[in-house]
């Protein structure tokens, strides 16, 4: 898992519509939806008591079971506190059923139900429905516009115009409601890239690694798996850059993220947390595959190249945590890494360019380059 990986905000294909999920603000949703459903029906059921508003022969049952049924749904929605896709397109096409049901039961349904009633189901199906969903309903939003009107309109081309306008107003109105979702859509994931991805190199930052800690917990807990942390320092960077420029620099770091992309199994997590330094998180089944991860990430780094020929090498710390019930996922994240730093920094010290697994890390003593007065053996005068 990689923030290479995500659609690009800019993208013509943006996720699935919001369905009225579980989360707080879905439940606000479907909650929202049955008090307009439920006040409909009150509005609607009003209309028993009207004298002359009903169609002559018209079952009064048959009325108050169809208000009825707004009840029923309004009581769904607040007992699930959810609904999904299938479950909006079924609720938007009774309404439009719903709808004809009460202009057949009207005397006049131009006066006491016009088309504007559609209001409520073409919105619904603007905002949490699909493309062919949103289709589907707008020609039934037409045929009920048809139904409702014809009573009225003694000719074609009044009925037709009539029909036109109606239809068309309020299909217009859910075709932009479901444009300004899409662009809503898209202006969440870009602000979702911009506070999880790594703008330079793609990756994943800091902040995602906290999001992801509770989910790989559970998920190492529920497979009987250990938590993998390998930490890669590039090696003699601040030389490359010191060399070369920012601007080659920047071009490594990309490549190399690259590199570790396509060379990390699908389930890991590549983030970067420093100028030169990434993380990986895994799930492995004992130290021997996080091994053979973290030497093929190596390898990885080593093969990269830029467009200039500029390359460098990694050092690799490896730590290996059995989470366990009760702590807290974000500390022992954290602690986690940490070993895997001290690993890395003793990679460092052994030559650097290598892969260093350490159960216990070592007291952290400075490299010679680090130590103010202390010439560099290696004559980098970097880490």
């Known amino acids: 898992m990689t923030g290479r990986w995500y659609r690009d905000p800019d993208d013509d294909v943006v996720s699935d519509p919001p369905a009225v999920g579980r989360g707080p603000e879905h439940r606000v949703a ?8 439920l006040l409909g029906a009150l509005m609607g059921t009003a209309t028993l008591f009207v004298d002359g508003v009903l169609r002559p022969g018209t079952k009064r049952w048959v009325y108050a079971v169809t208000m009825g049924a707004l009840v029923v749904m ?69 045929v009920a516009c048809l139904v409702a009107l014809w009573p009225s309109y003694d000719n074609a081309v009044g009925l037709g115009v009539q029909v036109g306008v109606s239809a068309g107003m309020l299909n217009a109105c859910a075709l932009g409601i479901f444009l300004l979702r899409r662009r809503v859509q898209r202006l969440l994931v870009a602000t979702q890239n911009l506070t999880r ?15 992801q800690a509770p989910r ?82 190596r390898c990885a780094v ?15 710390g490896i730590a290996l945590a059995r989470p366990v019930d009760g702590e807290d996922p974000t500390d022992a994240l954290w602690r986690l890494v940490d070993r895997a730093d001290a690993a890395m920094y003793a990679a460092k010290q052994q030559g650097r360019d290598r892969v260093v697994a350490l159960s216990v890390p070592p007291a952290r003593t400075p490299l010679p380059e680090e130590v103010p007065g202390v010439a560099d053996p290696t004559g980098s005068g970097v880490a």
């Open 216 to 297: 790989l917990w559970r998920q190492a807990r529920r497979d009987g798996t250990r938590l993998t942390a390998l930490v890669l320092d590039l090696d003699h960077f601040k030389r490359l850059n010191d060399a070369h420029g920012h601007a080659a620099g920047d071009a490594v770091l990309q490549a190399v993220a690259a590199s570790l992309t396509a060379a990390v199994r699908p389930p890991d997590i590549v983030a970067r947390t420093g100028g030169e330094e990434l993380v990986v998180l895994g799930l492995v089944g004992d130290p021997d595959e996080a091994t053979h991860l973290a030497e093929r990430l």
């Open 197 to 211: 991805l790594d703008p330079l190199t793609g990756l994943y930052n800091r902040r995602f690694l906290v999001e």
């Open 302 to 316: 080593a093969g990269s190249r830029t467009a200039h020929g500029h390359a460098v090498t990694a050092s690799i």
């Open 74 to 142: 309004a009581a769904c929605l607040v007992v699930r506190q959810r609904a999904g896709p299938r479950h909006m397109f079924g609720l938007v096409l009774l309404g439009d059923l719903i709808y004809v049901v009460i202009v057949l039961s009207i005397e006049d349904p131009v006066r006491y139900a016009t088309p504007l009633m559609l209001l409520f189901p073409a919105f619904v199906a603007a905002w949490f429905l699909g493309p062919w969903q949103l289709v589907a309903n707008m020609v039934a939003t037409t």
């Open 30 to 37: 479907a909650v929202t939806l049955a008090a307009l459903l």
